[in-house]
Each structure stands twice: as structure tokens, then as C-alpha cells.
């Protein structure tokens, strides 16, 4: 069955940096868009970051962009959430996602076929 498997996350003071991993099985890993999403407590599930096919197709969410970047390893089956200039807002459980059409658009949950089961990342002030 496909799983995925976020690691990286953890503890980090603002202004620091984390690398997110997202590792697949189970399916033809380059023919999926994977995303990546961040719930805080009491916050719905909000879109951070999705890349399709190949790296050169690309979005993020405004709040991120210029500090994090996204990236796939297809060889490895492996996406990737480089965070940088971390804040305390940042803070939420960060999940890996894997869709095919991404009908409902890549920046909606719904558009994903499968998640991952998430990792925390806390940024302290």
C-alpha cells in the first residue's frame, strides 16, 4: 500500500533552519505533484509548498515564500521542505502529501490522494 513518511521535524529557535523529508512507497513516486501542508492547533490544514512533476514546477504559499523551498529526489522517492528563517508562526505539524490531477487545485487539500501521518516543528522565540 503507498505510505509516506515525513521526518526532520523538531525543536528550533526563530531565525534557525530544518530540513522536512518525505519518503514514498507504494506508488510510481515521479508521476505524482507532492505537497507539503502545516496544521496548527485550533487552524485548519494550510497549504505550504507543491512541486509536480519536476522541480521546475514549483508554488508556495505567501507566507513562505523566499524562505522555504521545495524539492523531489524522483531516484530516491523522496521530497524535500527546506525551511529557512524560521518563525514562531511557523510552528504546526507539517505533513507530506501525494496527489495525481490536483483537480481542486495544488493548494487544496482535496486535491491529494494520500498523506503522510506528520511531523512536528516547533520554533521558539
Known amino acids: 500500500q503507498v505510505q509516506l513518511v515525513e521526518s526532520g521535524g523538531g525543536l528550533v529557535q526563530a531565525g534557525g533552519s530544518l530540513r522536512l523529508s518525505c519518503a514514498a512507497s507504494g506508488l510510481t513516486f515521479s508521476s505524482y505533484a507532492m505537497g507539503w501542508f502545516r496544521q496548527a492547533p485550533g487552524k485548519e490544514r494550510e497549504f505550504v509548498a507543491s512541486t509536480r512533476w519536476s522541480v521546475s514546477s514549483t508554488y508556495y504559499a505567501d507566507s513562505v515564500k523566499g524562505r522555504f523551498a521545495i524539492s523531489r529526489d524522483n531516484a530516491k522517492n523522496t521530497v524535500y521542505l527546506q525551511m529557512n528563517s524560521l518563525k514562531p508562526e511557523d510552528t504546526a505539524v507539517y505533513y507530506c502529501?501525494?496527489?495525481?490531477?490536483?483537480?481542486?487545485?495544488?493548494?487544496?487539500?482535496?486535491?491529494?490522494?494520500?498523506w503522510g501521518q506528520g511531523t512536528q516543528v516547533t520554533v521558539s522565540s
Open positions: 502529501a501525494a496527489g495525481v490531477v490536483l483537480r481542486q487545485g495544488y493548494y487544496n487539500p482535496g486535491s491529494y490522494d494520500y
